[in-house]
């Protein structure tokens, strides 16, 4: 294998298995457990819980499976990233940084694809 295709290697399974984690951790149970999770869901910005659930299933599930695909990847990670920021600055500001660190790690995740994008392993490069 060469570096170039090593790297593609890389940035697939990066994308996959961090978009997945996200998407099984926190995706499916908001969308799966919509009613519970309108009950329980932070409002910080006081859009409404149904308003501010929709925006985080956005961010959890649909953007996530763009990611997997490898279609939109740089602006799918945006609403993601969105969602972890206010998670961690707004919402729970006063979490250290041992019980923030799946937070920071999808934070890590997600801008590293941000910054060198999907890589060229995608369903189609037009959309990537």
Known sequence: MNESRNQDLGLLFLRVSG???????????????????????????????????????????LCPLLIIAGVLVRLAC???????????????PEWTLFEAQFGWLLLIIFTT????????????????
Request: proline residues 5%; neutral net charge; charged residues 10%.
């Open 78 to 92: 945006l609403p993601i990233l969105s969602v972890l920021v206010i998670a961690l600055v707004v919402v729970h």
């Open 113 to 128: 694809l941000l910054i060198s994008g999907p890589g060229r392993w995608v369903v189609s490069q037009r959309f990537s």
């Open 19 to 61: 978009a997945l984690f996200l998407l099984w951790v926190h995706g499916l149970p908001k969308l799966l457990n919509y009613s519970e999770q309108l009950k329980l869901i932070e409002d910080p910005f006081h859009l409404g819980a149904n308003i501010t659930l929709l925006l985080a299933i956005f961010a959890e599930v």
